[in-house]
């Protein structure tokens, strides 16, 4: 095994968790849990660390508001103290604001079904990243996170490796090539190589935690 595959595997056999399982969400093609990580896609957008938009995203589904209709039916309050027991203060009244309103958005638009959003893209990713954008809160950096979460159950997304995932890969100096990375990686799931090298990314011990073990 060469030694960028002895790298990539250790970071993966430690590290190789989606946020959405970190979220406790069993991501299935089905409502309710695409929903769910719409919302964690949006709370991992702010400038917040990573666990602290993980324990609002599982504080949001505790309250209840686990779809699209029942977040859009809670009060303002009811959000923003949900996010305040997830610890996420610091962006908690304007995100607030914005959960209400991309769930109205969703409610409206598509029934509350992400799978009517990724139906009317018609398998176009730039459609796909478009469309999600129009969600509130949702910017470039949140439908990356949400894509690279996704692939694991719309395919037609398959492999995605963003930008935050291949900084991730030079930090380790593995290839910052998404075709090369793949290769290395052989059987592992797309989403699961995506969250380990976005974990990378953020976490300088990590990286050096990884080496270690791949010594």
Sequence with gaps: MSDDRRLLRALVDAHGRTYAEEAGIR???????LYRLLVLSVLLSARIR???AVAAAR???????RDARRMAGASWQQRVDALG???YRRYDERTATMLGDGAELLTERWRGDLRRLRAEADGDLD???RLLREVPGLGPAGVDIFLREA????PEVAPYLDGKALQGAGRLGLPEDPDRLLRLAGGIDPAVLAAALVRAALDKNLVEDTRRRAA
């Design 85 to 87: 027991r997830g610890g």
């Design 27 to 33: 991501l299935t093609d089905t409502p309710q849990p």
């Design 151 to 154: 692939q694991r159950v719309w």
């Design 127 to 129: 459609a796909l990243r």
């Design 50 to 52: 990573a666990s602290v």
């Design 59 to 65: 504080e949001l589904h505790a309250a209840g508001l």
